[in-house]
């Protein structure tokens, strides 16, 4: 006599609503993926001048050019990554098939914009690493900076301090001392340092004082020494005019990278979105894409 076969009758349901329709194995993958190509296009690009460090360091290329063209690769570095980065993701996501198949596009695309933040913020946080260490950097090179401006001049912090050029005023002698050339020095950085409190112009009486004291401590005669003090507030001059002109230059380019930034970042959001129901029918069509990947 033959039994009869129990057949075991498994809900799947119940599994499959109480399954979460995030797939994050899928999203991780995607975010490793996307910043693991933006690493790589990035030192490529570097490597051959496109980055946003120094626009003159192609000799011979105007640096506009070259501007642009680091521009347009950041964009492509940027959307690409992220876009292979979702196209993976909804490649990858395991789809419940309790959705219609618009609402599994939009599933497949809320990974790819899972991708896409998770990508943002993991390269925001890299880059404000970035940013720190050259912040840190910056300031090493300040105080060595103001080191060596201490040993130039003897009293460095009285150069910052108004009141001491007001002190060298009063104790002025009508003719300068010669030999003490490390008070000299020290006076007439006090002197120039008041003229860049102000319009970075020396008044007369401090020309010909600081004339005076070249010519006791150097030997020239008055002509010379007051045409070496004009050739040294031209010098400072010009100095001044390249530190406005590097400053606008900078605040120019901060201002254009935060727009580049922000119009890239929403371009690759849309990109990643797009990439990522891609992936998914991709998926559901068993697409192996083979006019891409021919087997020989």
């Known amino acids: 006599m033959v039994q009869p076969t129990e057949v075991a009758v498994v809900d799947a349901s119940a599994a499959r609503d109480s399954a979460s329709y995030v797939d994050w194995s899928a999203i991780i993958a995607g975010i490793i993926f996307a910043c693991a190509i933006s690493l790589l296009f990035i030192a490529f690009g570097s490597a051959v001048g496109l980055n946003f460090v120094d ?8 640096g506009v050019l070259v501007g642009i063209a680091a521009a347009s690769w950041f964009l492509w570095v940027q959307v690409s990554s992220l876009m292979a980065g979702g196209y993976l993701a909804g490649r990858l996501r395991r789809r419940h098939f309790d959705a219609t198949e618009d609402e599994s596009d939009v599933r497949d695309g809320a990974h790819g914009l899972i991708v896409w933040a998770g990508a943002t913020v993991l390269g925001a946080i890299i880059a404000v690493g970035g940013v720190g260490a050259a912040a840190n950097m910056a300031g ?3 105080a060595t900076a103001t080191t060596a401006t201490s040993n ?7 150069a910052i301090d108004p009141n ?10 009508a ?29 007369e009486a401090d020309r010909t004082y600081l004339a005076q ?18 050739q040294v507030i031209v010098g400072i001059d010009g100095a001044k005019q390249q530190a406005v002109e590097a400053a606008r230059i900078a605040r120019n380019t901060a201002i ?41």
Do not use: C, M
């Open 140 to 142: 090493s090179a300040l």
């Open 256 to 296: 254009i990278a935060a727009f580049l930034i922000a119009a890239t970042t929403l371009v690759s959001a849309i990109g990643a979105y797009w990439a990522a129901q891609k992936g998914g029918n991709h998926r559901d069509d068993n697409t192996v894409l083979a006019d891409v990947f021919r087997r020989f």
């Open 213 to 230: 004291v070249v010519a006791a401590n150097t030997g020239l005669t008055p002509e010379e020494s007051a045409a070496r003090v004009d």
């Open 175 to 203: 003719q300068p001392a010669a030999g003490d050339t490390e008070a000299a020095r020290g006076e007439a950085a006090r002197i120039f340092a008041q003229a860049a409190l102000g319009d970075g112009t020396v008044p």
């Open 55 to 62: 626009f003159n360091a192609r000799e011979g290329a105007p």
């Open 164 to 173: 001491a050029y007001f002190t060298d005023q009063l104790f002025r002698s």
């Open 152 to 158: 130039v001049a003897e009293g460095a912090a009285d």
